[in-house]
C-alpha cells in the first residue's frame, strides 16, 4: 500500500526481516507496524530489507513530523526529515547520513534542492 501511494518499488523482504519483527515488543498497537513500515519506505533507499532494518525504522519513525500524512508531497516531507536530522545532528553532515541511512553526495545534493542551511 505505502509503496503504491510513494510510487517506490517494493523492497525484497528477506526471513531475517520477519524474525526481527516477531522479537521486536510493540509498545502501541498494529499501528506502530504500520507507521514503521512506512519510515523505512519512505526514508530508505534498501531494496532489501533485513534484521538491522529495524533499527533504522526506529531512527527514522523518530525524524517524521506528528503531523505527517500523505496529503503532502514527498519533496515536503523530505525536506522536513532532512533538517530535523540535521537539526538533530547539530548541523554535522557526516551524523545526519548515518541517521538518515545515506550517502553523503545524496544528502548534499537534496540540501541544495531544498536550499537547506
Known sequence: MFCTE???PK???EDKFYHAVEQ???AGNVRELKNMIESL???SELRTWDNKSIAMAQNSAKLLPKDYNLST?????EKDIIRDALIKCNGKQKDATILL?????????????????
Open 11 to 13: 523492497p525484497v523482504i
Open 24 to 26: 521486536y515488543e510493540f
Open 6 to 8: 510513494t510510487k517506490k
Open 41 to 43: 519506505i519512505i526514508t
Open 73 to 77: 508531497t514527498l519533496a515536503e516531507q
Open 101 to 117: 541511512n545515506v550517502s553523503e553526495n545524496t544528502l548534499c545534493h537534496r540540501i541544495k534542492l531544498y536550499r537547506l542551511k
